[in-house]
């Protein structure tokens, strides 16, 4: 298999997974109308007790959004050299921060975009530069006042090192946890993978960067 | 409405969205494949080492009894087998700290500045290898550069009735008489040949056969006159005169006629020095791109000198050249950048260790560093 192919494969599983994720429905939360067979005073006044029964209403509704911003440190975790081995980590942690916005599709479904950036030194005293974006798609569970997010981000990251510059594919799966603190805003933590596949003309010089954040973000629901 | 048609329309345009998508990868892919491999190069950088020599060294100059000397604000010594740096060398009188070095047969001459009061220099010379000093007096005015040039000093100072180069005539200094006297400041010296060439940096090049009297300056290229050239360097590779400047020429003279210009589209910081690599020697030239990059690049020479009909080509360190044999100075391209690229080189000194190609590079403010062992970094 040519190493072309192998790396359109790679890049297709990456979107597929993301691809998946945003076409998954959820099903509106059963209202069967029931009741505990109460149809009102005799006089015709409204009956006392509620007619609703079953799941407590959603936290979310389609069209409701989420802007959020993050910050914190970022790490690099290892580095897959073109023979798949591991290549020795020359990259300091540094630090990272992002803004993302959120559509809500269905009570637990939203899709959006997200932009990031991030900085690092090397064990050259040279700095490393990245600025990833992207669509994002996120699956989110709510308990009372917790709410925890699973993102999927899929897109494309800019990447400057002294004079050079690349450009290429990127993902990047997260996962939350969120307290809501009013209506409108909520904050917490959420920690992202970075997959950062890095193919050139020499093939040879393939490689595939792992990085992990970890950041402290507030979001404002709208 | 039809539930089962509407189910395939939102098929279709997920399943156009997916091609689309894997579309979109498809480009992103074929894109970065001719980008540059930043993370491999990252891969290849090598820990920065402690300087021995730290700050603005001197250009490191060597005795034909293969001692390596340089100043930085204390003189220190190496021998060209030697394993480290020995010093500071003290010299007894001197009232000033070294800044500036030269070397003629076994003698080193070092260039000391008085910078804490009055602005007031010496000029000193030792033949025991640092032993003992004497003092060299004649000059008069701010000694502000020494270069030998085959078999003698010139040094430029800057007096008070204008700019003035003097000879070493035994352990004096003698008056160089120009027929226009240049401006400051000589940033250059070398024979070729029978004949001086000395360099100033607006003022042109100067050639005579005795070192006493120089006539007009050589007429300078027809593309660039010499108060725009800024000429920052000089150097004898074979029979050719080569001087650099910073308006991003090169000037070259062969045969003593007119000198010949070549666009180098960058900077020429005035480091030179010829690395001899056995078949293929290379002439590396100081950089300064814009103040983004810095480093140096390498130009092939033709049986030590200079490529005829200004074949001339600055390539990177690492690269080989078009047919991919070239010779060039590093084993790795990519170590070179990550360690050089933001060096700015002053001055380049080579010469062979233990049958080694070495190279030295003085650096503005970061120290002396070095090539050896297949690798840049700082001298230790």
Redesign the interface.
Known sequence: MSI?VS??KF??V???L??AL??AQNDAPATDGSNDGSSGNADGALPIESEWTGSDPSAYTSGDQIFRIGIGPIFPLF?I?SDGGL??N??YPGGTGSLEYSYFLTPNLALGGEIGIMFSG?????M?FMMPFGFTATWQLVTDRFEFPFSFM?G?YT?N?????????FAKPSAGVYWRYNPDWSFGLRASWWA?P?????ST???Y?NFAEVTISARYHF | MNVISIGAEKRTK?HI??KL??L???V??F?????????????K????KVATIAGTPSKVVKTDNGVLWVANGSLKKRSVDGTAWNGPIAISGASGVPRNVAALGNSVYALTINDSTTLASELWTSSDAGGTWAKITGADGFIDAIFAAGDTLFVGARATAGYAVYYLDGNTLQPTTFTAAPAQSLIGAVMNGSDYYLAFTVSGIFKSSVKTTFGAAMTASSVIAWDKAYLSGLILVGSDVVAVGRSKFMLINRSGGDFEAKDCSVTLTGALDVLEMGADDLLLIGID?SS??YGYREILLSDGSMPANLNIILKSPGSKGTSGTEATSVVSADQY???M??IQITAFTTYTENGTPVILASTYKTGLYSYRKDEWNAEE
């Open positions: 072309r790396r359109l890049a297709a990456l979107f597929c993301g691809a945003a076409t580095f050299n290549a020795e020359k990259v090397t064990i050259g005293q040279n490393l899929i494309a990447q090192y002294t004079t050079e510059n690349y450009f290429g594919l950062v890095q193919w050139t003309a020499d010089k393939d490689m960067g | 997920v969205s997916v998508g894997i979109a990868v498809a992103l892919i894109v970065a494949c001719n980008q540059n491999p930043i993370m491999y190069e990252i891969s950088e090598t820990k920065p791109s983004v990059e950048r990550g360690a690229s933001k």
